[in-house]
Every structure is written in structure tokens, then in C-alpha cells.
């Protein structure tokens, strides 16, 4: 039997509340979790920046052309074993979604058309003027389809931000189960 040491640490400064009262972000530093989202930043950090700064994406994206988006994006989510793929534009609508061939049964109800709502996505739409594609930092996504752990870059062109790049995998794949 594998013995697994948890600690308890405290994250961030602690965020003032009514009443002076305080909030202090808990988290366990040995969560499979946690290590999972450093594990997936670092796998697929090349394959983000690939996909948000190739050739043709930024204007295909700023003129929702799903055709050329996907002769842009498909060969590269191959190339870097992406499991999940999805492009909003700058208004935040789903413009395309690519699921790799494990999920071709069920790749139509792995599309959560509120992903521009999650956390990652909505902290690169707001960005202004990027010079350069900053990831967010991955995150665990409560989709409307099941867990997920996803990243998002955004999308430049002419200095302002078109829309989005969101790289995914699912948590349980993350997980190792």
C-alpha cells in the first residue's frame, strides 16, 4: 500500500470581507489535482502557444471562418496529442470545437457553450492588447458535460484580442482513471 503525506497550506494573502472580516484560501499542497493542473501546464504550454499564434488563426477567427480554423488547428492538435480544442470569438460564442478520435461517440455533448463564463476564458477575452499570447493558468472546469482541466491563450491581431484558444483534457483522463 502506497502511503500518501498530505499538507495543509495557505494560498495567496488572505481577501478582506464585510465587517472586517477575512477569507483565507485553503488547499491540500498533495492533491492529485493540483499536480495534475502543473502536470497539463507543462505538457501542452507549446501546444497553446502554437495553436494561438499559428498562421491564418487570428484571421479566421475574426472572420468565424470554422473551415480555415480547423485546416489551422487540426494538424496541430494531432501533433500534440490535444484532447480537447475549442475556439471562441471575442464575443465569446463558440466558433469551433475538435475532440480527439476517443471521444468521437460523445464529442457533441462535450461542447459547454458557457465556456466563455469559465474563469480561463474570461481572463484572456478581457485582455487588451496582448504582445504576446499569455496563457492562463490552468484550472479545474466544472463543464456542463463533467470535469475538465483546461488553459486558454488569447488571440491577437492588429493589438487587440479576436478571441480565444482553449486547450482541455478531461479530468479523469488527468487523473489517470
Known amino acids: 500500500m502506497r502511503r500518501r503525506n498530505l499538507a495543509l497550506g495557505v494560498v495567496g ?8 472580516t477575512y477569507l483565507v484560501q485553503r488547499r491540500l499542497i498533495g492533491d492529485p489535482r ?12 507549446a501546444a497553446g502557444r502554437a495553436m494561438a499564434t499559428a498562421p491564418a488563426v487570428a484571421d479566421s477567427i475574426s472572420k468565424a471562418d470554422t473551415r480555415a ?10 501533433a500534440h496529442k490535444v484532447e480537447l480544442v ?12 475538435l475532440r480527439s478520435d476517443r471521444y468521437r461517440d460523445r464529442a457533441q455533448r462535450m461542447i459547454d457553450k458557457d465556456a466563455a463564463k469559465w474563469p480561463v476564458a474570461a481572463s484572456v477575452l478581457s485582455v487588451n492588447a496582448p504582445s504576446a499570447p499569455t496563457p492562463s493558468s490552468a484550472a479545474i472546469i466544472h463543464t456542463s458535460w463533467g470535469d475538465a482541466i483546461y488553459r486558454a491563450l488569447p ?3 492588429n493589438g487587440r484580442v479576436v478571441g480565444a484558444i482553449l486547450i482541455g483534457t ?3 483522463e488527468a487523473l489517470g482513471r
Open 69 to 78: 480554423l480547423e485546416s489551422a488547428l487540426l494538424p496541430l492538435q494531432v
Open 155 to 157: 488571440v491577437a491581431q
Open 13 to 20: 494573502a488572505a481577501a478582506p470581507l464585510a465587517a472586517g
Open 170 to 172: 478531461p479530468l479523469d
Open 86 to 97: 475549442d475556439v471562441l470569438g471575442a464575443d465569446g460564442k463558440i466558433l469551433l470545437a
Open 34 to 45: 493540483n499536480s495534475a493542473t502543473r502536470r497539463f501546464e507543462a505538457a501542452f504550454d
